[in-house]
């Protein structure tokens, strides 16, 4: 307020408005206090605390009541159920069969199976859920932003680029790794990424249905690979004109392109590798994000000639078309390897670690014996169909004395088995207890408040 100035006076209105706040305030007030007041002072039962009770007594045959309603209730359950349908399955072991390479399995269909018929691959005694096990990955190297699609909010927060594959302001990087990704974390001098031993144990495996179609796609859940999962920042790719031509090209075909493509290819597709794709609002997430651009190497850029779904595809579907050429980049590919360089048959360079594959293997299964999604039939199968599968196995589960597996089932196979099995363990449990009770209630009977069976000493007489 300037000097001389008198404050502003307060319209009739604002007067008003206040008078009748205050008012409303001090009604709320009084009739809070009227109430705590008044309420002992109350003659109902609530308020003298006399409602009326139920106690019941627990007698052995209460007991065998209750356990025998449990029963019932889980009998009935358990019909339901059955009534549901127990689907149809088939599973066949190839492990001994096939070894380490390629073979042919077949199946006969027992009975019709509708559609949709779900193909898994099944392994035991696999502990995915061990301590040792689970720890050994490092999740910063999974949440990088994919620079060629949108990031809905602010992906590279300071935090994740503070931790991020790609800082290079660590000193103990290297420590860093190994700490949480021991023992695979290093192969040959370069830093997998991702590294540890969960990623690293992927199921790779590649099985095709020659005798039918059966899709590969949507076998993993969107929000993982669409969101959990990201490429290393920086990374990108591009389409390359059928005219072009380069040594690079001579071994992409090979799924693992190990050659780097002429400077003048790279600059033509991927003329903006070297540039920052975003800016962050958070001033540290910026510096270091820039950063990251101004020392990761970015220059060599690779070819790859596409093999089509499934192998070139992400969940939305296939991403380039077999025989297509095209050109990639990932940061500093000399002293880093990728998960496309490590399993070379099972996820493209082009989709890395957003491959369904990946995604699915990294649902960490409960127990040692599971089974994970491989693909779909969209047709109805009758009986005495053939189902013949070709599979290259590579996935060694004699290192851990394991089994390996081929499962065919429809949607309520062994989900229903399952339900079907707790409850009937649950209420065959409660009837065991029940029958054990009321036996003993008719072999040895014991009356309520007989004092004989208290622990005085000496003991009182019945009276």
Not at 292 to 311: I, S, V
Request: glycine share 6%; with cysteine; aromatic share 12%.
């Amino acid at each position: 307020m300037l000097p001389g100035k008198r404050p502003p006076r307060a319209t009739t209105r604002e007067m008003a408005s206040d008078a009748l706040s205050a008012l409303c305030c001090a009604c709320a007030g009084y009739g809070f206090l009227v109430t705590m007041w008044r309420c002992p002072r109350g003659s109902g039962a609530y308020q003298r605390q006399r409602l009326k009770a139920w106690w019941p007594v627990l007698t052995p045959l209460a007991y065998v009541g209750v356990f025998l309603l449990v029963f019932g209730a889980f009998a009935v359950a358990s019909v339901s159920v059955g009534l549901e349908g127990q689907g149809t399955e088939l599973a066949k072991r190839y492990d001994v069969a096939c070894g380490l390479g390629r073979c042919t399995v077949q199946m006969e269909v027992e009975e019709t199976m509708d559609s949709p018929i779900y193909v898994y691959y099944e392994i035991d005694n696999f502990y995915q859920n061990h301590r040792d096990y689970l720890k050994s990955m490092f999740w910063p190297q999974l949440h990088w932003e994919n620079t060629k699609e949108k990031c809905d909010g602010d992906c590279a927060t300071a935090d994740n680029v503070h931790r991020g594959a790609h800082n290079y302001e660590e000193e103990d990087w290297e420590h860093v790794l190994n700490a949480n990704c021991k023992p695979l974390w290093k192969n040959k001098g370069r830093h997998l990424s991702p590294c540890g031993v969960v990623p690293n144990t992927l199921f790779d495996d590649s099985i095709t249905l020659v005798s039918h179609d059966m899709r590969e796609d949507r076998v993993a859940w969107a929000v993982d690979v669409d969101n959990v999962f990201q490429q290393p920042l920086g990374f990108d790719w591009a389409l390359v004109s059928d005219g072009e031509d380069d040594a690079c090209f001579a071994d992409g075909a090979n799924l693992n392109p190990k050659t780097a493509c002429a400077p003048a290819l790279c600059d033509t597709y991927l003329a903006d590798r070297k540039e920052p794709k975003r800016k962050f609002a958070d001033a540290v997430a910026d510096e270091r994000y820039n950063k990251f651009w101004a020392k990761a190497d970015l220059d060599q850029c690779f070819g790859y000639t596409c093999q089509g779904a499934p192998l070139d595809a992400k969940r939305s579907g296939e991403i380039c078309r077999a025989g297509e050429k095209t050109v990639f980049v990932y940061p500093d590919p000399d002293r880093v390897q990728y998960l496309y360089e490590t399993f070379p048959e099972v996820v493209s360079p082009l989709v890395g670690v957003k491959s369904e594959r990946f995604a699915v293997w990294m649902k960490i299964a409960a127990l040692p014996r599971f089974r994970k999604l491989y693909g779909r039939i969209e047709q109805t199968l009758e009986k005495g169909d053939v189902l013949t599968f070709d599979i290259n196995s590579r996935f060694d589960v004699a290192a851990f004395s394991g089994k390996k597996s081929l499962v065919v089932a429809t949607g309520a196979s062994f989900e229903n088995v399952f339900l079907w099995k707790t409850f009937a363990a649950v209420g065959g449990a409660c009837l065991t207890v029940a029958l054990f009770f009321a036996l003993v209630q008719v072999l040895a009977p014991r009356r309520m408040g007989a004092v004989r069976y208290s622990c005085l000493n000496p003991r009182p007489k019945d009276e």
